[in-house]
C-alpha cells in the first residue's frame, strides 16, 4: 500500500543538540510538506517543497532546515536554535501545485518531539 | 487573508445522537475546503472535501458537510454518533500552491 512513513515515532534532544526526522513517501506525489502542531494550535506549516532540489519557507520556518535529493524523502533537521522543539512533527504530501489547488494532502503518523 | 474558525474546542454528544462541528471561513476566492480527523499520536485522516461542484459533500464514516457561501460556513455533520467518532477533527482551508490553513480543532468526546 502507499503512504507516508515517518520515523522515528518518538524522538529525544538534548541542548544543543541537531536531530533530524525522516519522512519518506511512495505515493509519487511531487509536493510535501513538514507541520507542527502544538495542543490547541492547530497545524503550522514549518517548509514545504513542489519539486526536488526546490523548497520554500512556511509560516515558522526559524530553527529548522530541510532538504529534498530525492521526490520520495523530505528530511527534517530540529536545529539547536529552535528554542521550544518539543512538538508533535507531521509530514505530508501531496499531487503537487496548481492554482487555487484542490488536491488534498495525505500524512504520515508523526514523529514526537521532546527535550531532555 | 484566508482564515478558517472552528467555532467550539469540545464537544460532547451521546452515542447515537446526531453529531455538528462548526466551521465558518473567510476566503477572497472560490476555496477548496476539507475535513480531516485525527486519533491520539496519529496523522491526520480526510474525511471530505468540497471543491465547488456540489455543496452538499459526502464522506467517509458517515460524514458530511454543506458548503454555505452566503454564510461563510462548512459544518461538518453525522447522523448518528458511533464511539469510534472520539476524535479531534479540523477544518481546512486550500490556498494558492495547495498550502493549507487549518482551523485550531475540535475534541469530539461521545459518551455511552
Known amino acids: 500500500d502507499g503512504g507516508i512513513t515517518q520515523s522515528p515515532k518518538y524522538l529525544f534532544r538534548k541542548e544543543g543538540q541537531n536531530v533530524t526526522l525522516s519522512c519518506e513517501q511512495n505515493l509519487n506525489h511531487d509536493a510535501m510538506y513538514w507541520y507542527r502542531q502544538d495542543p490547541g494550535q492547530g497545524l503550522r506549516l514549518i517548509y514545504y517543497s513542489q519539486i526536488v532540489n526546490d523548497f520554500q519557507k512556511g509560516d515558522i520556518a526559524e530553527g529548522y532546515s530541510v532538504s529534498r535529493e530525492k521526490k520520495e524523502s523530505f528530511p527534517l533537521t530540529v536545529t539547536s536554535a529552535q528554542k521550544n522543539p518539543t512538538a508533535f512533527y507531521l509530514c505530508?504530501?501531496?499531487?503537487?501545485?496548481?492554482?487555487?489547488?484542490?488536491?488534498?494532502?495525505?500524512f504520515g503518523d508523526g514523529t514526537r518531539l521532546s527535550i531532555l | 487573508a484566508q482564515s478558517v474558525t472552528q467555532l467550539d474546542s469540545h464537544v460532547s454528544v451521546s452515542e447515537g445522537t446526531p453529531v455538528l462541528l462548526r466551521c465558518n471561513y473567510s476566503?477572497?476566492?472560490?476555496?477548496?475546503l476539507f475535513w480531516y480527523v485525527q486519533h491520539p499520536n496519529k496523522g491526520l485522516q480526510l474525511l471530505l472535501k468540497?471543491?465547488?461542484?456540489?455543496?452538499l459533500v459526502k464522506g467517509i464514516n458517515g460524514f458530511e458537510a454543506e458548503f454555505k457561501k452566503s454564510e461563510t460556513s462548512f459544518h461538518l455533520t453525522k447522523p448518528s454518533a458511533h464511539m469510534s467518532d472520539a476524535a479531534e477533527y479540523f477544518c481546512?482551508?486550500?490556498?494558492?500552491?495547495?498550502?493549507?490553513?487549518f482551523g485550531a480543532g475540535t475534541i469530539l468526546r461521545v459518551k455511552s
Open positions: 505530508a504530501s501531496s499531487k503537487g501545485q496548481a492554482l487555487y489547488s484542490n488536491q488534498p494532502q495525505h
Open positions: 468540497y471543491t465547488s461542484a456540489a455543496t
Open positions: 481546512v482551508v486550500s490556498l494558492y500552491g495547495n498550502k493549507l490553513v
Open positions: 476566503s477572497s476566492y472560490s476555496p477548496s
